[in-house]
């Protein structure tokens, strides 16, 4: 969660990004939202031009959406080792630690990862 709150401040140091933090007590619907535009997105393909996240911390009700542009990710990736495997599981970090942006970008549009904890703790994290 350190890591998507990061990702969330990063944004206002550069400028050019949407970052959204609500209080809500059911993070529901919006995920609902943001699935059904992952959905509607993924099925027209083309470049991604922004990475989008939305993360709910359980223990502060926090949700937290955040849009980059990507060619911000890449003046932050070009100026700071970012490792994006370091907060998240041993599986799951050693993937995350084998990807590259340049890979992602060749995907398309669409869902990235999804993670849901027993704690309530959830993250979407998609190209659009």
């Known amino acids: 969660m350190k890591r998507v709150l990061a990702v969330a401040i990063l944004p ?3 400028g050019g990004c949407l970052v959204e933090v609500k209080t809500v007590a059911d993070p529901g619907p919006a995920l609902a939202r943001a699935r059904a535009e992952v ?5 027209h393909p083309g470049p991604a031009k922004s990475l989008q996240v939305l993360a709910y911390d359980a223990d502060d009700r926090k949700l937290v959406r955040v849009d980059v542009p990507l060619w911000l ?16 599981g041993d599986d799951v970090g050693r993937c995350l630690k084998r990807v590259k942006l340049r890979e992602l970008e060749k995907v398309g549009r669409g ?6 904890e027993d704690e309530g703790t959830r993250v979407l994290v998609w190209l659009r």
Request: glycine content about 4%; aromatic content about 4%; proline content about 0%.
């Open 12 to 14: 206002l140091i550069f």
């Open 39 to 43: 959905d509607e997105i993924a099925s």
């Open 73 to 88: 990710v890449h003046k932050a990736a070009d100026h700071e080792d970012i490792d994006l495997g370091d907060d998240m």
């Open 111 to 116: 869902a990235l990862v999804e993670i849901e």
